[in-house]
């Protein structure tokens, strides 16, 4: 089922971890409509890197497979509201990171991960974006600069 015109749903809710666990990763109604808002939220994404295909190495996370993953509760990969990408096509994940922190695009989180994906949410409807742009590494969590 396609989400938008780039986006499946199949591409937010699929997880080999999930498959490997035996792990059920289906959204509920309020996921799914959470997924609509991340699917237009990547358009805009997509756009803004010139029209790259975008690779979603992870979205949608079920409670139980988050926490398989060893990620917090508090995620919002679990409202659907959230994706990890790359877009090799556009550059490496420090030009996406800069180029999208440098836009406009109404995100909650940008945040650089591990200098290997870019983590990225966006607001649920009716809220105001937050545009909170952060690099995560063995260092830690600090402001992106």
Known sequence: MQLSDHFSLKE??????????DIDNTPDQNVFINLNILAEGLE??????DGNAIRVS????????NRALHSKDTSQHILGLACDFACPG???????MRTLSQSGIEFQQLILEFNSWIHISFPPAGQIAKRE????DKQGTRFYR
């Open 90 to 96: 556009f550059g490496n994940v420090n030009d996406v």
């Open 12 to 21: 937010f809710t699929y997880s080999d971890t999930a498959i490997r666990l």
């Open 44 to 49: 805009t994404v997509r756009t803004k890197l």
């Open 58 to 65: 992870s979205g949608y996370r079920s409670l139980i497979l």
């Open 133 to 136: 742009i952060l690099l995560i």
